[in-house]
C-alpha cells in the first residue's frame, strides 16, 4: 500500500476550525468544542481513522439527522458511586467525554466511579477518555458496543460488533494505554485497508459459507472473525453485557452502523470506569507501576520493549512540536466543504 501523505496543522487552529464547521452545521457551541478536540486528540496521537478523517461523515449524519445537534444529557444516579447517562443521540465523543469526566469526580470522592450510557454514537477511540482519566491519576477501562459485523466461533452471520475495548492506568513518563478491537480486525482498519486497495491475511474475514476470504473489497458481503477465536468473542460478549445488556442502549443488530442509515441514531452503549488507585496503596501505587513497566521493558533479548501508549505518546509529543498530522486526502475534502459553508480553513503549518 502506498504511503498516506499528511498535513501538518497547529492543534488549536485544527480543533477551532473543526467546532466552526460543526458549529454552522447547527451543532450546538459545547459539544461541537468537545468533538473537535476528542477528533483532534486522535489525530495527533497518530489514530487518523480516529480523528478529521471521521468528521464529513459525522457532519452527513447531523443534515440527515442521526446525530442531535443540541441534546440534553442528564445523569441519573444509581448510588453513590454509579450513575446512567441517557446521551439524548449526541455524538459519541461529547458523551464519553461527559462520561468519563463524571466517572473520575465521583472516584476522587468514593474512590471508584461508574457510568453507563445509553442513546449514543459511535465515540471513536476508547484511549482518548481513558487517557482523560490516567491523567487524573486514575485507573480507567472505557468499553462501547458497536454495529454488529463479527460471527462467533463456528459462525459465519454477524452477531456482535467490533466491540473495542480500553484500560489505562498512570505511569510516569506516559501512562499505560491499552486499546483494542475485539475481533481479528478493527472496523477502521479494515475501511483503511478497503480505500487503500490492500489485500488481507486469512484468518480474518469469511463469507456466509464461512469460507475465508482476503479481498476487503468485498466487506460488505463477509463477516469479520472474534480476534484469538472463542477468547477474542468472550471479550467482546464481556463488552456487550457491560456497555449494551446493563446500560440499555441498543443490543446487537439494535446498534447501528455510523456509514449505513444517516438519518438514525445508532444508539450505541458504552460503559466508564475510574478507580483511585491512591485509596488502595497511597504513594506505593506509582513504584509498583514503574517495576512492572521495567519488567516489560527489560525483556527483550535486544533493545526495549514498547509499552501500550507508547507511540501514543510519542506521536503527541511530536504533534506538539511540529503540529498535528492529517491525512492530505482527509485535509482536501474538509477544505471542500468548508468552501461550501463559508468557513475559513487554517493554512496547513499555521
Known sequence: MAETTMVRLEASALERFGKALLERAGVSDVQAGTVSANLAWNDAAGRHNHGFERLPVLLDRVAAG?????????????????????????????????????????????????????????YGTGAAFVA?????????????NSYPKVAAPGGAAPVLGTNPFAF????????????????ALAGS?????????????????VDASGAPVTDPARADDTTLLPAAGGKGFGLALMVEVFAGVLTGAGIGAGVGSLYGDLARPSDNGHLFL?????RWLG??????????ADMVRASAPEGVVRLPG??????????????????????????????DAGVTAPEVGA
Open 132 to 144: 482523560r482519566a490516567t491523567g487524573r491519576g486514575m485507573i480507567a477501562l472505557a468499553l462501547s
Open 168 to 183: 489505562g492506568a498512570p505511569l510516569a513518563g506516559g501512562d499505560l494505554v491499552v486499546d483494542f478491537s475485539t475481533a
Open 66 to 122: 442521526g446525530l442531535a445537534k443540541a441534546p440534553i444529557l442528564q445523569f441519573d444516579p444509581v448510588t453513590d458511586t454509579m450513575a446512567r447517562l441517557d446521551a439524548d443521540g449526541a455524538f459519541g465523543q461529547h458523551a464519553g467525554t461527559l462520561a468519563m469526566d463524571h466517572a473520575c469526580e465521583v472516584a476522587e470522592r468514593h474512590g471508584i466511579g461508574v457510568v453507563g450510557v445509553a442513546n449514543s454514537n459511535f
Open 189 to 205: 482498519t479494515l475501511r483503511a485497508v478497503t480505500q487503500a486497495g490492500g489485500t488481507l491475511p486469512e484468518g480474518m474475514l
Open 310 to 339: 507508547a507511540a501514543r505518546w510519542a506521536a503527541i509529543d511530536d504533534a506538539a512540536q511540529n503540529g498535528v498530522a492529517v491525512p492530505a486526502q482527509s485535509w482536501a475534502e474538509l477544505r471542500r466543504r468548508a468552501a
Open 274 to 278: 475510574a478507580l483511585d488507585p491512591a
Open 283 to 292: 504513594p506505593d501505587f506509582a513504584p509498583r507501576m514503574e517495576t512492572l
